[in-house]
Every structure is written in structure tokens, then in C-alpha cells.
């Protein structure tokens, strides 16, 4: 081999090297990213994830987060899409179908727009060609956010177990109970020379009383993150996901903290380290988060999330001068006053550790084959606590709304969340199959197909049909398809009956006929002619869509009745009966 041969392989080593420095977050923190994100995925999306990943992956979609790192040499076109370079020192952001690999690259771009020198100076790339040493390792400012913060992290704090910090950042989101490097911060802010010592010695004290690290609330300020969260995963404009304000975010912490004491030639050490650690969390929190959002929103929710925004959409535009305030008041200021934007919240986050209790009360299951509903004998969760089903819940949450007074409503409650509850489940009562029979989940264990493709029973119920409505009759413009309904009943088929829609005694009265409606939809129209593993076409399709159609106007109009009533100056009827 002659010496030109030598040469060559000297610099493809040399650039092997250097290419894990314009990796974004580095493998670890993709993996995080990825991890935290299918921890939180609802049912139906972690299924289509799984669906959609190659079989090496064995259904573990942070197992190939960095795979966008691994082949962006062989797909050259995606270079560019790692990073944002924004002019120097300006400080800000202004953005002027293979579905396997969609998947892999959101994961991964996702993960890359939350790295804040991703979205970095364009002269120096990113921090990229901003040599600095790691304590005592020669590395650059970009490799520094990439890897060594979060290597350090692990290494100094988690006995370099990066499940370990994972489950950390997870207990974070949900609970509030911060990472330990919260903790070991605020030692190094106490008077002592020996900093390291300090913090190895109070980490020492929780591994010998056995506790794990991740399961200990070291730190609480007021609810850690989970306070956070509705903001993190919500989008103006009802998008999936909203890229600007992610990297809008991403320059403002470049400035603020990547580039700030880290000149050329410098050495980045415990003040560098410690007062970024926290923030490199709370961006890897933060992708999670949206990314699980994001795949959750591209998945199904009950009634889909086009079936629940209608509902909102209706019910705000029904609404008396009382309740519009009330709304707008209660509903956090990025939505605009726009409820509709977070009618699938409950969805979202039914999965959360802090929100598992809430699963139960999205549906009734009732005794096969009885057509019918009891509310004592139905009305519990699958370990028998009673009033745990979305019949219940509309009566707990709308007696917390009654509670409701500008500036002085009962502390114990948080008026916002009960109205997007309410909201929500107003959605989910009118939705036949979550009224449905125990032993097939309510339709969801009744595997069919619908026109071309695999589904159940109760994704057909859930969205299919609508989505089928919105592409053969209206364009897929889902505004058309409310404008429709609503139409037929302001001046259509349904005007003479909107009259006995609201007409009930009280509330108890009202929730319990509208899930006996349900019950009675799901007996003869839902299951009706319907067996595992047929076929469902045009007869299914054009005899059920009015039905949708019907309890999707019904739903509205009877939300925009408990608001009113709720917000309204008469509180008559409001309170629910006992049972």
C-alpha cells in the first residue's frame, strides 16, 4: 500500500471523527427525546408507530431516532434539514411518501429543533467551528449541547444509566418532582470548596436508603413542568405541530445561555455545565412531549379529533354573552378564546401519570347484548369505583363549573381544566360506541375492515365515517361538513326537534338520556349486521352518516345548554341530582 493510500485512509479517519460534532443532541439525546415521547403516546398512536417501524426496531421507535444522523450522507438532500442557521446575533427566528421514513425523520427532527444550537449563528454553524475544551477534552461549542452535557450528566449523576435521567425528565413531566441535577445545583450554590465531595456524598445518602433516582422528589417548584405541559404540546391555529415557535424558543436559549461565556479557546467547566444541565432537560422534555403530541394527533381519539372540534365549534357559537366571557376567561390566552383548540386535550393526556385516573371516564360499558344503561349498575371503573364513567364525570365536572365566580371560583378546583373536561366529554357521551358493550371494548375488539383498509368497529364510529364524509362530500374541508350540520338544524331536518334535545329536569336527568340515546344508537345501528373480520362499505357508510351526523349537532347544542346554564345568571338545573 503506498503512501497516498495512507494518506487517504488518514483523512477518512480524521473525518469520522469529526462527524459525531454536527450530530444533533447526539445519540443519547435522540434516544431520550424518542423515549420520553413513546412513553406518552395514547393507544392508537403507539399501534400505528409500531406499524409503521421495521422489524429490527422490535416496535422501539427510540431505537432508531438517530437513524436520520446514520444516513444523511446517503441522503444527501437531508443535510440541510438538521439545523437552522438564523443572521449573527440577531437573536431570533422568521421562517420566510414513504410513511416508515416520515416517522423516523419527524422523531429525529423533532429532537434536533429542541437542540438549541440547531437553530445557531450561521458564521460559526451552529458552534460547530467554536473550539473550546469540556473540562479537560478539546471539543467545539456545538459538540458540547450535541453530547457533553448530557454524557456528564449521566455519568456524574445517574451511574451512567441514560434510562436512568430518562426517568427522571419522565417523573418531571408528570408529577413534578425534578431531576436530581436540580438538587446537585443548588448544593453548588452553598458556600463549600469542595462542591463535587458535597454533591457525591448527598447522592451517596439516597443510594443507601435504597431509593432509586429517579423515583425521589428532590426538588419541587410548584408543579415542576406538569403545569406546563398544555402550553408545550398545544399549536396556534389548531396545527399538528408548529416548528417556528420551537425554534424561536431554540435561538432565544442559544443566545441566552449556549453562546454566553463560551469564547473561542475557553474551557467550559462546573459553572458551564451546571447552569445549562437544566436547561438541556427541559428542552429533551420538551420534544418528547411534542413529538408524542404530534404522533397522537396524527393517530385517532375518540370521536377523532375532528369529531370533538365540531362539537366545540358548535357549542361556542351557541353560546349567551355570560358564557362567551366565562369561556374566554377560563381558557388560556395562546388559544385566542377559541375552545375547539382544546376540546382533544383530554385525549392527550389520559395516558399521563398524573391524568391515568381519567382514562375510565372517556366511555360506559354496558352488559352485552342489554341495549340498555343503569347508571348504578354501569357507572364505575374496570376495579368498581363508582361514578367513574363519562357519565359521571359530566356531572362531577359541571358541578365544579357551577362553583364558577370570576376571581373568587373554588380553589380546590381548576375551572379550566373542568370546562375542556366537560367539553371533551360532552364529545365522548354522544359518540355511540363509547356507550358500548363490556366485552368488545365498546366495538374497539371487533377487528374489520373499512372499504380498503384494516380498522375496528370503533374507529369506524370514531372517525372513519367522518373522514369518509369530509372526502365524498365536501372536499376534505371539515368546515364545509360543520356548516352542514349545522344547517340542518338552524333551518334543516333537525329544526323542529332542537327543542326536545335540551329538554330534561336536571342534569342527572339530561346525561342519563343522552347515554341511553347512545346505548340504543350503538345496539341498532353500530353493532347492527356487523361481524369480525367483514367488510364495511357504501350501505354501512351512507345509513350511518346521518346518524354521526345527528349526534355530532346534538352534542354541540346540548354542550352550549350546560354552559349557559353554568355560566349563565340562573344556575337553575345545573346542580345534578343524587342518584
Known amino acids: 500500500m503506498g503512501e497516498s493510500e495512507f494518506m487517504w485512509i488518514g483523512k477518512a479517519i480524521l473525518l469520522l471523527q469529526l462527524i459525531p460534532g454536527i450530530l444533533g443532541w447526539g445519540k443519547d439525546g435522540h434516544y431520550t427525546v424518542c423515549k420520553i415521547a413513546q412513553g406518552y403516546l395514547s393507544e392508537d398512536a403507539s399501534v400505528a408507530v409500531k406499524e409503521l417501524l421495521p422489524d429490527s426496531a422490535q416496535g422501539d421507535l427510540a431505537s432508531v431516532c438517530s437513524w436520520a444522523d446514520e444516513i444523511r450522507f446517503h441522503y444527501h438532500w437531508s443535510g440541510p434539514l438538521h439545523y437552522i442557521d438564523t443572521p449573527d446575533f440577531r437573536c431570533n427566528y422568521n421562517y420566510s411518501h414513504n410513511l416508515t421514513e416520515a416517522l423516523m425523520f419527524l422523531s429525529h427532527f423533532i429532537g434536533d429543533i429542541h437542540q438549541p444550537l440547531h437553530v445557531g449563528f450561521t458564521d460559526d454553524e451552529g458552534g460547530n467551528t467554536i473550539t473550546v475544551r469540556w473540562y479537560r477534552r478539546k471539543t467545539n461549542l456545538h459538540h458540547v449541547w450535541d453530547n457533553m452535557i448530557i454524557e456528564s450528566a449521566v455519568k456524574m449523576f445517574y451511574g451512567s444509566d441514560l434510562s436512568m435521567m430518562i426517568q427522571a425528565i419522565q417523573r418531571n413531566i408528570t408529577v413534578g418532582s425534578c431531576c436530581l441535577s436540580m438538587v446537585i445545583i443548588i448544593l453548588a450554590w452553598l458556600p463549600t470548596y469542595n462542591f463535587h465531595q458535597m ?15 429517579a423515583s425521589v422528589p428532590l426538588y419541587r417548584k410548584s408543579d415542576g413542568w406538569s403545569d406546563d405541559i398544555l402550553r408545550w404540546e398545544s399549536c396556534s391555529l389548531d396545527q399538528t405541530a408548529c416548528p417556528d415557535p420551537y425554534a424561536s424558543e431554540s ?17 467550559l467547566e462546573d459553572d458551564y455545565f451546571l447552569s445549562r444541565l437544566p436547561v438541556v432537560e427541559k428542552r429533551l422534555a420538551q420534544g418528547g412531549v411534542r413529538l408524542a403530541a404530534t ?12 369529531g370533538h372540534v365540531m362539537v366545540c365549534q358548535i357549542a361556542q357559537g351557541l353560546l349567551e354573552p355570560d358564557a362567551a366571557h366565562a369561556v374566554q376567561m377560563l381558557l388560556p390566552d395562546y388559544v ?11 385525549d392527550q393526556i389520559r395516558h399521563w401519570y398524573k391524568y391515568r385516573w381519567t382514562s375510565p371516564l372517556h366511555f360506559i360499558d354496558t352488559p352485552d347484548e342489554a341495549c340498555n344503561f343503569h347508571y348504578k349498575r354501569d357507572c364505575h371503573d374496570p376495579h368498581g369505583l363508582k361514578d367513574m364513567c363519562v357519565a359521571g364525570a359530566i356531572q362531577n365536572f359541571t358541578t365544579q363549573l357551577s362553583h364558577y365566580r370570576e376571581g373568587t371560583s373554588d380553589r380546590r378546583h381548576n375551572m379550566t381544566e373542568a370546562l375542556l373536561f366537560v367539553s371533551h366529554f360532552m364529545g365522548d357521551i354522544h359518540q355511540p360506541l363509547h356507550v358500548g ?8 375488539s371487533i377487528e374489520l375492515r373499512w372499504f380498503g383498509h384494516k380498522s375496528n368497529l370503533h374507529h369506524v364510529w370514531d372517525r372513519e365515517i367522518i373522514l369518509t364524509a369530509a ?11 360543520r356548516q352542514g350540520i349545522e344547517a340542518n338544524f338552524t333551518d334543516g331536518l333537525w329544526r323542529e326537534d332542537v327543542t326536545s334535545w335540551t329538554d330534561c ?3 342527572f336527568t339530561c346525561i342519563n338520556k343522552w347515554a341511553v340515546e347512545s346505548i340504543n344508537i350503538a345496539c341498532h345501528w353500530g353493532y347492527k349486521d356487523v361481524e369480525s373480520g367483514e367488510t364495511l362499505d357504501d ?6 352518516l346521518p346518524i354521526v351526523m345527528k349526534r355530532i349537532a346534538q352534542g354541540g347544542i346540548r354542550l352550549a345548554m350546560i354552559l349557559n346554564r353554568v355560566f349563565g345568571d340562573s344556575k337553575e338545573d345545573v346542580e345534578a341530582a343524587s342518584t
Open 437 to 444: 358493550f363490556t366485552s368488545d371494548e365498546g366495538g374497539n
Open 539 to 544: 350501505d354501512y357508510f351512507n345509513s350511518r
Open 505 to 507: 329536569s336536571d342534569m
Open 199 to 213: 454533591a457525591y456524598m448527598y447522592v451517596a445518602s439516597l443510594h443507601d436508603k435504597g431509593y432509586l433516582w
Open 251 to 267: 435561538i432565544n436559549l442559544a443566545c441566552k445561555f449556549a453562546y454566553r461565556n463560551a469564547a473561542p479557546g475557553s474551557t
Open 471 to 481: 372526502k365524498d362530500y365536501y372536499g376534505k374541508d371539515m368546515d364545509l361538513l
Open 295 to 306: 404522533l397522537n394527533q396524527t393517530g385517532v381519539q375518540a370521536w377523532s379529533k375532528e
Open 336 to 346: 385566542n378564546g377559541n375552545l375547539s383548540a382544546l376540546c382533544v386535550w383530554p
